[in-house]
Every structure is written in C-alpha cells, then in structure tokens.
C-alpha cells in the first residue's frame, strides 16, 4: 500500500464530514460553516473517538487561508474603493482605529499584559470575510442592495485598514525576535517586492489566458510564493502576506479571471481552515477562559458591532439596515485567527486567552449568520 494513502484517506474522510455536517445544518436553517467546525472540534485530541493528524490539517489551513486572503486582496480595486465608497473611506478607518485602542484598553484593564491587549484589541477589529460575503450572497439573503454594498464595502477598507494597524503592531512588537526598526523596514520592502509581483502577474496570465490549466498554476503559485516569500525572507506572518500580494496585484480583466478559477480551490481549503480552527478547541479549557469569552464576545458584538450600528446611524448611510450592517460585521473570523496565533507561539498571549478567542470566533459566527436573516421584530 502507498505510504500516502492513509494520509489522503483522512482528508477525504474529513472533507466528507465536513460536507454532510455543512448540509445537514444547512437543512436546519444553520450556516455550512458551524457544521465544518464542529467537524474539526469531533476529530480533535481533546474529544473522544478518531483524531485526525492536526499537522497536516494545520498544512491545508494555512494553504487554505493563504489562497483565500490572496483572494480577497485581489478583489479590492482601490480605485473602485475611492469612487465608489464615498464616507466609509473615512469613517470605517477612524472606527477600526477607535476600535482597536478601546479593545485594546478594556483587555489591559482586564488584567492582560500590553503585548497581549494589543494583539487581542487588533484581533476585535477584523471581520471575516468568508462571512460577509455568505451573508451578501447567501440564498436566504434578507439584505437589501444598499446594505449589500455596504457590508461589502465596510469590510474591505476595515480589511485594509486592520490589515494595516496589524503589520504595524507586529513590527513595534518585533517580528521574528528582531528589532521594530528592522521589522518595519522589512515590511516596507515586502511591498515593493508584491508591487513589483503585480506589475509582472497579468502581463504573464495574459500569455496564457487560453490554456485553462497553466492560468490556474500560476494564479496559485503566485499567491502560495508571495506568501512564502514573505514569511521565510520579510518575516511577514503567511496570510498576511498573502493579502498584501493580492491588495498590490489589484483589479483588471485578468485578475478577475484569476479570481473567478481560484474560487473552487479556495472554498475546499476554506472549509479544512475552518476545520483546523474546530480542532484547535480545547473544551476542557474552555470553563478557565468562561471569564475571557465573555470579555471577548462583548468586545466584538457590543463594542465593534454596537458601534458600527451606532455609526450608521449617525452618519445616515441611505437606505441601510443599520442593524445589518452593525450584527453583519460582529464578528471576527480568518485575520483574528491569524494575529491570535502569532500572540500565542510567541507567548504574547496565554493558552486561554487563545482559546478564549477560537472559542469566540466560532460563537460570533453562529450568531451572526443566523440572526443576521431576520430580526425578532420583523415577523
């Protein structure tokens, strides 16, 4: 028998699961992504019965939200987002800035230590963007085009500006034990490299926009080495990377196909990353963070969400559900996970602070995408 055989088995196996547990919850009205993390929570080491190889699920995720953020920075044009956004240009980096120091502020208070309050507050300011877009463009979708736009919109310039306040902070604290000077300079010098990246891709997808199978491999390959590149040599964590490569390639006719025949791979990664995110839960560990969930989930539907609603509302956005928009983006998804991680593997957080927030992107999730649907007040 080939040595590989049990290890494509497991991921057959998992992927199988994932997509009857994502179909059942979805007859229930529930979304598909709460099934494929409770998959991964059912093969975990710390639940009863079959454990699937966390290394090589841990492999597929990063790979998974490597395309996945790849993706997303592709499909923000900034010149679409100077036209077309209008006041979120300068409300929503205000907002996630505010955000982020009161997050930041309330978990120093809480008795976090400042590295830690400070990868937490940035963590409380990015959504998941897997969510806001199952949300814009769900079959049971409830929101009206005006709220579409601007979830949509909301989300990519908190993206950018998340993303942003995330590499700055990462550099002040020192990526990779160097000093923060040296760490942002590597930064800077990243994005010459992916600028430098984008002004080569399409001239070279364009050559090859004819043959399916060498578009593809290049699409893929440019996002998996620009987030590698940018890891191994710029110490810039990969998903990180890999959404400043794709923010620099920008928007045209040939990265939009690039984006169009990357969507099928990055969904079945997408569901392993959600499935590694499951298996990452301890539930013994979870009645030692009960207190931090709760500062957490507080944190993220209350002091981020409350506030957008808030925001919305004040500034008048026309013919937005004020609610939507606010409960549509509490919640914290793929870039938490990431900063979360890195705050762990360098002690800058402790294992329940960690489980504290796996534990609430999981339950912000749920929330969000069913109570987003149809509020109580409107039978």
């Known amino acids: ?58 492999l597929f995720a990063d790979i998974g939200v490597v395309l996945l953020l790849f993706e997303v920075g592709i499909e923000i044009d900034p010149r679409e987002l100077r036209r077309g ?31 830690g309050a400070v990868i937490l507050g940035v963590s409380v300011t990015l959504s998941s963007s897997v969510v806001v877009v199952n949300v814009t463009r769900s079959r049971r979708r409830v929101t009206n085009e005006a709220t579409r736009h601007a979830l949509l919109g909301w989300s990519v310039v908190q993206d950018v500006t998340g993303v942003a306040i995330a590499a700055a902070v990462l550099a002040a604290l020192g990526l990779k034990s160097r000093p923060p000077w040296v760490s942002m300079l590597l930064i800077v010098a990243f994005v010459f490299v992916a600028v430098a990246a984008a002004r080569l891709l399409p001239h070279v997808l ?16 440019a996002g998996l ?9 710029f110490g810039i964590p990969l998903a990180l990377a890999a959404f400043v490569g794709g923010l620099a390639i920008g928007e045209g006719p040939v990265t939009t196909e690039a984006r169009t025949r990357l969507l099928p791979f990055r969904d079945v990664f997408a569901v392993l990353f959600f499935v590694a995110v499951g ?9 030692e963070s009960l207190g931090w969930i709760a500062i957490v989930v507080c944190l993220v539907l209350a002091i981020k969400g409350g506030s957008i609603y808030a925001v919305a509302r004040a500034v008048r956005l026309p013919d937005v559900s004020h609610w939507q928009l606010g409960l549509g983006l509490g919640q914290i998804g793929e ?38 649907r149809k509020p109580p007040w409107h039978r």
Not at 206 to 221: C, H, W
Not at 225 to 233: I, T
């Open 206 to 221: 364009r050559r090859v926009e004819n043959q399916p199978d060498l578009f593809l491999l290049f699409s893929i390959a």
């Open 225 to 233: 080495s620009l987030a590698a590149v940018g890891d191994r040599v």
């Open 279 to 287: 298996s990452l839960i301890d539930p013994g560990a979870i009645p």
């Open 335 to 372: 870039f938490s996970f990431v900063l979360a991680s890195v705050g762990a593997a360098k002690g800058w957080i402790a294992p329940h602070i960690y489980t504290a927030i796996l534990s609430t992107v999981v339950a912000s999730i749920a929330v969000v995408t069913v109570a987003v």
């Open 85 to 115: 956004r209008g006041r979120l240009l300068w409300i929503v980096p205000f907002h996630t800035v505010a955000v982020a120091a009161a997050s930041t502020g309330i978990a120093a208070a809480a008795g976090l230590a400042w590295k």
């Open 1 to 58: 028998m080939d040595a590989s055989s049990p290890a494509i088995l497991e991921i057959g196996v998992v992927l199988l699961a994932a997509a009857s547990a994502g179909l059942l919850l979805r007859r229930f009205g529930l979304p598909a992504v709460i099934g494929y993390m409770l998959v991964g929570l059912l093969v975990s080491p710390f639940t009863p019965g079959y454990v699937a190889d966390r290394h090589q699920l841990q």
